[in-house]
């Protein structure tokens, strides 16, 4: 691939590897534990942008590329997209080495939509200030 993972000023919004816990019976690493890395790490930007708590309320244009293998260092890269009232569309990207080499490859890529819930647990606004 001619892509570089993205650089973004605040640079990696999450790292982990993945383990043989995580894999399925032949091996790769199951999506739902990809998407699981990726929600955290949207949802932690989203947090920080919306000044609290935020729920995810969609998944949308989800890609798998190519599988994740045990051992891979998996890193998420976060941007906000849109921004509602309440709401923050995030894009992220999941990258990992390729095998036997040192340089990144995108693995997955998705756009996740948070609300920013109030402490009666419903919606709320965001603060002012927060922008695409």
């Not at 650089?7 to 990696?12: A, H, K, R, Y």
């Not at 894999?23 to 989203?46: C, E, H, K, V």
């Not at 419903?122 to 695409?132: A, I, S, Y």
């Amino acid at each position: 691939m001619t892509e570089q993972p993205p650089n973004l000023p605040g640079g990696v919004q999450l790292r982990t590897i993945a383990m043989p816990r995580d894999a399925n019976a032949s091996g790769a690493i199951f999506g739902g534990w990809t998407l699981s890395q990726m929600d955290l790490a949207g949802g932690t930007l989203a947090a920080e942008r919306a000044g609290g708590q935020v729920v995810t309320v969609s998944i949308e244009a989800m890609r798998f590329l190519r599988p994740v293998s045990v051992g891979d260092e998996v890193s998420c890269y976060c941007t906000i997209e849109k921004t509602g009232d309440a709401s923050i569309e995030v894009k992220i990207e999941t990258w990992a080495p390729e095998r036997g080499g040192r340089s990144a490859e995108k693995v997955t890529e998705g756009v996740f939509t948070y609300v920013a819930m109030g402490e009666d647990g419903r919606p709320r606004k965001l603060p002012d200030g927060v922008t695409e």
